[in-house]
């Protein structure tokens, strides 16, 4: 299994561009989620989801949009980027139902927007 | 709202000596607890989770946390610190039936002297 594989790894865009970080994952996970960090500040709770067609907004949702038309695939897209977007994204997945599931991460992709 | 408290962005440590890493949440019911790891450039490894079983929790390289809800602490300890060890480290907490939504602290991390 190659679990949570995000693209890109690094990108750079200028302000107003649009993009999409792509996370996929192979382990049949109910949950995604999406998570911005930034330095002091732990990682925030973007847009998550609980199963393929529901998605629902976490803490830092302005700016972001997100779908999740398959189990597999979870993409964040930025509509028009700004500079305080700049941060690193992880993607994270875990298993369904009412007892903890462990949270397996993404190795991130670092976004810096001009 | 939930939230956690990770006191010291930086903590001094000899090699060789107690790792002591603290932790506090809010919440008025004993949240899921967890203190994740994160090596330079990579994503986020689970060392160890508190879900309501034994107070004092083991987890992987040698580390271990307690949870103690008169003190809405979970402190994460290592008796012997090691340079490998430098990393940072974060607390998370989710309430129970929300494992896609984890709220992090803001991180620590160990500055091991040899």
């Known amino acids: 299994n190659a679990g949570v594989t995000q693209t890109p790894k690094f990108q750079v865009l200028k302000t107003g561009q649009s993009m999409t970080l792509q996370c996929a994952q192979d382990?049949?996970?109910?949950?995604m989620s999406w998570y911005r960090q930034d330095p002091g500040m732990g990682l925030r709770l973007i847009h998550y989801?609980?199963?393929?067609?529901?998605?629902d907004q976490g803490e830092v949702p302005n700016g972001y949009n997100v779908s999740r038309s398959t189990t597999e695939d979870f993409p964040l897209r930025l509509l028009s980027a700004a500079p305080s977007q700049t941060s690193v994204y992880f993607c994270a997945s875990s298993l369904g139902g009412n007892s903890y599931n462990e949270q397996f991460f993404g190795p991130g992709t670092r976004l810096t927007v001009l | 709202a939930q939230s956690v408290t990770q006191l010291g962005s930086h903590v001094s440590v000899s090699e060789g000596a107690l790792v002591l890493l603290r932790c506090n949440y809010s919440s008025s019911v004993p949240p899921y607890l967890f203190w994740y790891v994160q090596y330079p450039n990579q994503g986020l490894q689970l060392l160890l989770k508190y879900t309501s079983a034994a107070t004092l929790v083991k987890g992987i390289n040698g580390f271990e946390a307690e949870f103690k809800k008169s003190e809405t602490s979970f402190h994460l300890t290592k008796p012997s610190a090691h340079m490998s060890d430098a990393a940072e480290y974060f607390c998370?907490?989710?309430?129970?039936?929300?494992?896609?939504?984890?709220?992090f602290g803001s991180g620590t991390r160990p500055l091991v002297r040899p």
């Open positions: 989801s609980v199963g393929a067609g529901i998605t």
């Open positions: 998370a907490v989710s309430d129970r039936g929300s494992s896609y939504k984890l709220i």
């Open positions: 382990m049949n996970h109910e949950y």
